[in-house]
């Protein structure tokens, strides 16, 4: 089943965080980030963010970024969603032409190596648009070499 989510015309890209959770994401990361180089997964310790952690995601590139997996669903992106997509493919999760933008975005990121950020809504089924801000933050995964998103999804609603 897929998640009937916003079309890319909903999401726009920002040059900056205006919310506060997302600022301190960012501030964390890069607190964790070795001088020219990214932070490694292991580097994103649990319990010293435990505040910010049901909003978080991880996703790994596979197929050489042509989809990604979601290795961590923060639970109130469960609860908005009303789904755990934690293991799944994002082509599995969304329609084709939301999973390409996204996908892009994602590819993006990695190719910068430099964080992205965004704001726009999504609706559910069953729910009001859904308003959100997001940030994408590179890191190395578990491997040292392949890069990986730590991804933030805050509600403004």
Request: net charge neutral; hydrophobic share 40%.
């Amino acid at each position: 089943m897929l998640i009937s989510a916003s079309k890319p015309a909903d999401i726009e890209i920002i040059a900056s965080p205006t919310l506060k959770s997302t600022k301190e994401l960012v501030t964390y990361r890069e607190g964790k980030r070795p001088p020219g180089g990214l932070p490694r997964r292991d580097d994103i310790v649990a319990y010293e963010i435990p505040h910010l952690l049901s909003n978080l995601m991880i996703a790994e590139p596979i197929d050489g970024g042509a989809d990604w997996i979601y290795r961590l669903v923060g639970t109130a992106i469960v609860a908005r969603s009303g789904r755990d997509t934690t293991g799944m493919r994002m082509r599995q999760i969304f329609p084709p032409e939301v999973a390409d933008v996204y996908i892009g975005d994602y590819r993006r990121g990695v190719e910068n190596r430099a964080p992205w950020f965004a704001r726009g809504y999504f609706v559910l089924p069953g729910t009001e648009h859904v308003q959100f801000e997001s940030v994408g933050l590179p890191i190395l995964g578990r491997d040292g070499a392949t890069v990986w998103l730590l991804l933030g999804v805050f509600y403004l609603n």
